[in-house]
């Protein structure tokens, strides 16, 4: 049996658990849907009772889709239709690649990480933070507003201890979280063009990045007192992440949370205040850990590995 990984060719978290696949002596293929359906053609057949579910290489070769035991949904890539192809025909094609591979994806036996309905749900910030709550995770104050008056009241009523955060962000759009001062018009205005995430700045002695695989937690902590981005810890490119020891109560807390998400594996962002205090800030249903385990020796990258190569679908 096959485990199959959706992500680009260089991801080198993909690079890192095909090699712990490898090392574990299990088959393993990386799949770049951005070759879709221009390289990689789908070839589906319902006949006599049977089915074939294959994916051919205009190139040559195919992928027999009913070999697969496990998929990592880690980085799918956007599909490509032929440049040059008109907008019509081009949204067309977009569509049929989208159902043909929905179709596959539904109809594999097959163990995820993770289900990609769940993995979209489980991305989205409003919901992710009112589950945490929920389930007793101390989470920022927080208003997504799609109103300037409100989103200017909130400003001031946290006067200097706002921050400003997208919901997506894309590579056009990515920038530092910023801290707002009172007069950050801005930002404030930004709300009524659509809903933007305002959220209090939490004091923090550390940033957490926490990479839950099932049961298991790897957990890391860089000290941000004299950081020069203290709101932002991936701005912090410089940070010493040490391996560190979550409290029993807040491991069950989290394990609670990936549970609702119905996720095998996220990474979860969370600030150490200087009282103690583990406040979640968000979950990443496909986040980096290389840098956490090149940091601190954790094997990430074999536990996911062994996970998929191990678990079978119910």
């Not at 959706?6 to 090392?23: C, G």
């Not at 993770?114 to 989470?139: C, H, V």
């Amino acid at each position: 049996m096959t485990v199959l990984i959706l992500s680009a060719i260089p991801d080198v978290h993909a690079q890192a658990v095909m090699n712990a696949l490898a090392a574990q002596g299990a088959s393993a293929e990386l799949l770049d849907l951005s070759e879709f359906p221009t390289q990689l053609a789908p070839s589906i057949a319902c006949e006599d009772g049977k089915r074939r579910f294959e994916f051919r290489r205009r190139g040559g070769g195919a992928l027999d889709l009913d070999s697969i035991s496990a998929v990592w949904w880690r980085g799918p890539q956007s599909f490509r239709p032929t440049e040059g192809m008109e907008e019509a025909h081009r949204r067309f094609v977009i569509s049929a690649a989208m159902n043909a591979f929905q179709g596959l994806h539904q109809a594999l036996h097959a163990f995820w990480i993770n289900e990609p309905a769940r993995d979209a749900m489980a991305a989205r910030k409003p919901y992710q933070l009112a589950l945490a709550q929920k389930i007793g995770l101390e989470i920022p104050l927080t208003l997504v507003a799609h109103d300037v008056d409100e989103a200017r009241r909130f400003l001031r009523k946290h006067e200097g201890e706002v921050i400003y955060k997208q919901f997506m962000a894309t590579s056009a759009t990515w920038r530092e979280t910023p801290r707002l001062k009172p007069d950050d018009e801005s930002f404030v205005e930004a709300a009524a063009h659509g809903p933007v995430i305002f959220q209090q700045h939490v004091p923090a002695v550390a940033d957490l990045r926490v990479m839950a695989i099932g049961k298991e937690f790897f957990a890391a902590a860089a000290d941000v007192r004299d950081a020069v981005h203290p709101q932002d810890a991936s701005m912090n490119l410089d940070a010493k992440y040490a391996a560190h020891e979550l409290p029993p109560e807040i491991k069950a807390k989290l394990g609670a949370l990936m549970k609702r998400l119905g996720l095998v594996y996220g990474a979860i962002d969370l600030r150490l205040t200087p009282e103690g205090s583990y406040v979640f800030q968000e979950i990443n249903p496909a986040g980096q850990f290389v840098y956490i385990e090149n940091a601190t020796g954790q094997p990430i990258a074999a536990t996911l590995a062994r996970t998929l190569s191990t678990k079978h679908a119910a």
